[in-house]
């Protein structure tokens, strides 16, 4: 997230409530699964033109997606 805010890019994160304030404190926009569906928030917020990149660092390892 740093490195891609150093770029100029605004991130978010996905996370459940305890982990709202340390996504906070990364610099990033979080996100709590546990109260919308990430899909939803995304057209929602970017008027149905999602993200430019997105980047999974969940159980499956880290993988990199760009729409």
């Given amino acids: 997230?740093?490195?891609a805010q150093a770029r100029g890019a605004e991130a978010y994160a996905t996370?459940?409530?305890t982990?709202?304030?340390v996504i906070e404190s990364l610099?990033?926009?979080p996100i709590d699964y546990t109260t919308s569906k990430v899909?939803?928030?995304v057209e929602?917020?970017?008027g149905g033109e999602g993200?430019?990149?997105v980047v999974a660092t969940?159980?499956?390892g880290g993988r990199v997606r760009r729409g």
């Fill in 27 to 29: 610099g990033a926009v």
């Fill in 1 to 3: 997230m740093q490195l």
């Fill in 51 to 53: 993200f430019d990149m």
């Fill in 15 to 17: 996370g459940g409530p």
């Fill in 19 to 21: 982990s709202m304030r």
């Fill in 58 to 60: 969940g159980r499956g």
């Fill in 44 to 46: 929602r917020h970017t």
């Fill in 39 to 41: 899909e939803e928030y």
